[in-house]
């Protein structure tokens, strides 16, 4: 199983960037996939996470109105939608995939919100 995440950079506040995170070995919309992110000096924390079967979101309060996930089921792909990027959107981003007792994690993209 691989997921491989990438979109990050560096963007300005007031800014936008679509993370992706391409899936093989699972199929996504069988998989409750989450979008998790890393600051420096602090813990990893849920940004957002897109469940199996309904495909129903929810989002952490630092980010609800900015961010948008959402899947292709076509491409067996997650995505993303950072808009109003802020300088505390600072991190390295990871995708995780979770079923059952499956658990995998994807190997981060970084995004800077830097002017």
């Known amino acids: 199983v691989q997921l491989q995440a990438s979109g990050g950079g560096l963007v300005q506040p007031g800014g936008s960037l679509r993370l992706s995170c391409a899936a093989s070995?699972?199929?996504?919309?069988?998989?409750?996939m989450a979008w998790y992110r890393q600051a420096p000096g602090k813990q990893r924390e849920l940004v957002a996470f897109i469940v199996s079967s309904l495909g129903s979101t929810a989002y952490a309060d630092s980010v609800k109105g900015r961010f948008t996930i959402s899947r292709d089921n076509t491409k067996n792909t997650v995505y993303l939608q950072m808009n109003s990027l802020k300088s505390d959107d600072t991190a390295v981003y990871y995708c995780?995939?979770?079923?059952?007792?499956?658990?995998?994690w994807g190997q981060g993209t970084k995004v800077t919100v830097s002017s």
């Open positions: 070995g699972i199929i996504v919309s069988n998989n409750n």
């Open positions: 995780r995939a979770t079923r059952s007792l499956a658990d995998y």
